[in-house]
């Protein structure tokens, strides 16, 4: 008797799994456009400044064939463009569905055919293509002669795999932390990542302006043997008739093209066949009371002033909105004033950017809460319960910003070497501070409005004349409130006979920023009571 034994189906190939996820790819990019015609304009938007950008970047790098320095320039650009494509997944990657093969997880599936399909697929994409550009140029700019074109185009193909390759490589690795909500926040860096990109920029390009290219040369011979730096570097080389050392180049980027895939396999393998453990918490048993008094909880007031603060803090260490414009205000209140000073041209006076960026987070204070504001307001039946929640939210902003901005105002000192300077530059900065609390505390119950927990609007639709009143008349008012100060200061450092006189304005400064902190929050207390029906309408709304 035989028994019959059905026959085993053929798991997918490389060749027949890569136009499915290419064909993949397509379909989730036009399907995510269908859903709305704002997504749709956005996208389109968007790509038609990449393209752009990508045209005038490939001329630009055209018009350097024959300059002296040109490969040092482009080995430079090589580098960073790896940068970005390494940095990206960490930023964008729960975002892009194509980038999570988790989503693959129960298909019949092997490692290698899946690496190779979605290595094809990840080459379809603007990212791809304005890469693939740069390299292009790259070729039209160093190459001269028929084996240095040889040498380009095999160069360039495997710079754009390695570039692709190691964006894939870092999204797998942190995968499991990309799609849990911790992973999420990452995104919120990319903001600081950009403002201190953009002062680099800004730095390097006056730099360049100055000193010219040749300063690039020596850090351009030491990536000239880092991929993908080395397939530009095997172009100069071959340009140059030194064959072996572009053959020895071009065998390190494809090595390091090896590597990566292998890597990459080695987390694919792992993500498929691995329990996701990623979001099991260790066990604790202490009691709830125990746990809830460790850390900073254990050294703020008791009461409902203490509450306050921790609440407060809390948002802003959980809570992705607030986080981001905390992020955002301390990256800026740092970078604009330590890269004036870095550059030379700044003053101590720029560091008044740190309190004044941090001190824009006092404004529309219950709107940061959303619709969870209704608990709050159900403990608020007083002036004086509004007085002491409106204190405990100005106390816990207090405790970030004083050391904030006396850092930053010590740091640019230090950096200009300007220490006559640091007590009115203090003192104006506590002015500055103190007029911030009480306008933000007095428009925060005056102009309430809702922020958005989804998408990445900051004021709900409907109120962004609200948002305008609030944080731009709040900010003319706390300008207008800083004028004795700023008077004092401007005389202080004109006059002769104010030199002795200016440390004077660090204290003056200190207590003319607590009063007006206090006489705010005690003006905003009653109307704040008075108006908790509207201000809990305006923060639900959207």
Known sequence: ????????????????????????????????????????????????????????????????????????????????????????????????ETLDPTRLVMLPLRPQP?????????????????????????????????AAFVVGVIGGVLALLVCVTLARAVAAANTR?????????????????????????????????????????????VLRWVPPGTAVGAMAAASDGRYGTALAQLALTAAALVLLLWVWSRHLTRLMTSPDGSTLAAADDRPARERGSAGLARWLPAGRTGTTM????????????????????????????????????????????????????????????????????????????AYVELRGRALALLLVTLPYATLVTVLTTAMLGDWAALPPALGLSFALLGAMLATGAW???????????????????????????????GMVGAALLCAPVIAATIWLNVSAAGEGWRWLLLPAGAAYGGALALLGLRMAAPRTAARLPEILAAVSKG
């Not at 393209?51 to 482009?74: K, P, S, V």
């Not at 950009?194 to 360049?208: D, E, K, M, S, T």
């Not at 870095?342 to 004044?356: E, I, L, N, P, R």
């Not at 809702?450 to 962004?464: D, L, Y």
Request: net charge positive; with cysteine; proline share 4%.
């Open 310 to 385: 921790e609440r407060t803090l809390r948002y802003v260490w959980r809570d992705p909105k607030t986080k981001s414009a905390w992020v955002t205000a301390l990256a800026i209140g740092l970078i604009v004033p330590v890269f004036n000073a870095w550059q030379g041209t700044g003053s101590v006076y720029f560091s008044c950017f740190a309190a004044g960026m941090l001190g824009i987070q006092m404004y529309n204070q219950f709107g940061q809460d959303t619709s969870a504001f209704w608990l709050v307001a159900m403990t608020i039946s007083s002036s004086r319960d």
């Open 114 to 146: 899946l690496v190779r399909a979605l290595l094809v697929s990840s080459l379809v994409g603007i990212g791809p293509l304005f890469t693939l550009c740069v390299f292009a140029g790259s070729v039209v700019a160093l190459a001269h002669g028929a």
């Open 177 to 221: 932390l990309l799609t849990s909500r911790k992973g999420r926040d990452l995104a919120v860096l990319s903001g600081l990542v950009i403002a201190v990109g953009a002062q680099l920029v800004n730095f390097g390009a006056q730099r360049l302006g100055t000193g010219g290219l040749a300063q690039l040369e020596p850090a351009a011979d």
């Open 1 to 96: 008797m035989t028994t019959a034994t059905a026959p085993r189906a053929a798991l997918p190939t490389a060749a027949s799994l890569t136009p499915v996820l290419v064909r993949l790819k397509l379909s989730l990019l036009r399907n995510g456009l269908r859903q709305s015609g704002g997504r749709k304009a956005a996208w389109i938007a968007s790509a038609v400044v990449v393209l752009l950008f990508t045209a005038l970047q490939t001329l630009g790098l055209i018009a350097l064939r024959g300059h002296a320095h040109a490969d040092a320039l482009i080995v430079l650009m090589a580098a960073v463009l790896a940068l970005g494509w390494a940095v990206m997944p960490l930023f964008s990657g729960s975002g892009d």
């Open 443 to 473: 428009t925060s119950a005056r102009f309430p409005y809702s922020i958005p927990q989804e998408g990445f609007k900051n004021v709900a639709p409907g109120q962004v004349g609200l948002a305008w009143i609030s944080i731009v008349g």
